[in-house]
């Protein structure tokens, strides 16, 4: 039943005794849409849609499918699509409230496209920077956190400003800003695709999600040390969205990284993106905690993120996975020019467990097997790579014959997948991955401040 799965957040286990009923029924449309509600469950946004399409293709009049189609369209940025079966949902439950907000929120942000395209230009878009005047903003006698020193990130710093946080407390505006400019003038220095090697006696610990999770953040720092010329970290992008405290998360990366330039790395996720930030939460957070000049800024900054990484020759790190046709080589990374938002349909797959490549599950892009990733892998002289983009129960996975490893660092993801968390150590003497898990700690209940947000709570009609 639909109601056990929930509580017991077992979601894997409700697609395949649905997948299941499907089969031995495949005329009841209440199986495909219940399928559909939780592949959505876990973002499996593009089986949820084929999902409540076939219930409405066997049953027009079935309102759930009207309402899991437009919660799937709405999760793949298909606003409009979204927009006419809400439309059809309020017209026929007027009086349903949760319904009605969706469709209004939906409306809202289709006006919104049409207003930004209408006023869009071919001209040079200016940097928020130039309207910034950082010397003369003042810091008010009463603010009493914690300061950069001479404009610059000291570790002293960053252990008063990750204090703050923890306590719930903005830094101010002016360090903010300062960060996110230092942030944009630093990355924009680096290569898309960034090389390092590690000597024999050295290692890095590779984290991957972590989604406005503050306190799980610094739950993998009192586990494995905070980062230092010692204690290098690699964070495989989407630091933001989901979560309460993404400008926590991401005020303490951008400050790490700016005090340890050389052994502090971000590497660009799907989620460093304005589409994400909206639909998903860290557009209005920053907007309710700051501006939106400053949602602008980090827009800016999140641009010039690295998209990948390459340790010792051999080991390529990065966000999603491979890529949607062969022959892609290192070099072709290395002269991505990345300053820009990502076009709807990219070269980048995910990852998928046949030969070849299918149809993405999360209904953009594309799944790659192991047979891809083989091909890649021996082109390009890498022993194996390390992404991240998905949940997985045990916070690690290995894959195509140990060849692909996916890492995601936020445990119980959105309160509620009850997943571990975990990192990966690589050493230079062997490369060999170490995985370390870790559960979930508690935080300050805090409602994260966006619409999408609750698709994880949608489809419950």
């Not at 399928?35 to 759930?64: F, M, P, Q, V, W």
């Not at 939106?292 to 690295?306: D, R, T």
């Not at 194996?384 to 445990?411: D, L, Q």
Request: charged share 25%; aromatic share 12%.
């Amino acid at each position: 039943a639909l109601l056990s799965e929930d509580e017991n957040k077992d979601y894997e286990n409700a697609i395949k005794y649905y997948s299941e009923a499907v089969e031995a029924n495949p005329t009841n449309a209440v199986y495909y849409s219940n399928r559909s509600l939780a592949y959505l469950r876990t973002e499996c946004y593009g089986y949820a849609l084929a999902d409540a399409t076939k219930a409405l293709e066997i049953d027009k009049n079935y309102i759930k499918g009207y309402y899991r189609r437009a919660t799937s369209n709405m999760a793949l940025g298909k606003f409009k699509a979204a927009l006419k079966d809400y439309e059809t949902v309020v017209k026929v439950r007027p009086n349903d409230k949760d319904a009605k907000m969706k469709y209004q929120e939906c409306n809202k942000i289709v006006k919104q496209k049409a207003f930004e395209r209408a006023i869009a230009s071919d001209e040079i878009k200016k940097s928020v920077v130039d309207s910034l005047d950082i010397e003369n903003m003042t810091i008010e006698d009463e603010y009493t956190g914690p300061k950069l020193e001479d404009g610059k990130v000291t570790a002293k710093f960053m252990n008063d400003m990750v204090e703050w946080f923890k306590d719930q407390k903005k830094i101010h505006r002016k360090c903010a800003y300062q960060i996110l400019i230092s942030a944009k003038d630093l990355l924009s220095k680096l290569p898309s695709l960034v090389e390092i090697t590690l000597k024999e006696t050295e290692k890095i610990s590779i984290c991957g999600d972590t989604h406005g999770q503050f306190y799980d953040l610094l739950h993998i720092f009192d586990l494995n040390g905070l980062p230092s010329p010692a204690n290098p970290y690699l964070f495989n992008g989407d630091f933001v969205d989901r979560g309460s405290f993404s400008l926590e998360v991401i005020l303490t990366l951008f400050g790490y990284k700016l005090l340890y330039p050389d052994c502090f790395f971000l590497l660009r996720g799907n989620h460093e993106t304005d589409n994400m930030n909206q639909m998903y939460g860290f557009e209005g957070e920053i907007k309710a905690k700051y501006t939106a000049q400053m949602f602008q800024l980090f827009s800016e900054v999140f641009q010039w993120l690295p998209l990948a990484q390459c340790i010792n020759g051999k080991v390529l790190v990065m966000h999603g996975g491979l890529f949607s046709e062969d022959g892609v080589t290192l070099d072709d990374l290395r002269k991505i020019e990345r300053n820009r938002q990502p076009p709807d349909s990219g070269t980048v797959c995910l990852l998928g467990f046949g030969n070849g490549r299918s149809v993405s599950k999360r209904g953009v892009s594309c799944q790659f097997g192991p047979d891809v990733t083989e091909r890649f892998l021996t082109e390009n002289k890498l022993d194996f790579i390390i992404r991240s983009h998905e949940v997985k129960p045990e916070g690690y996975e290995v894959t195509h014959n140990g060849k692909c490893i996916t890492v995601f660092s936020a445990p119980n993801y959105c309160d509620q997948m009850g997943n571990k968390g975990a990192y990966i150590h690589l050493r230079g003497s062997d490369l060999k991955p170490e995985f370390h898990q870790f559960t979930a700690v508690p935080h300050p209940n805090v409602k994260p401040m966006a619409y999408a947000n609750s698709l994880m709570q949608m489809g419950m009609m």
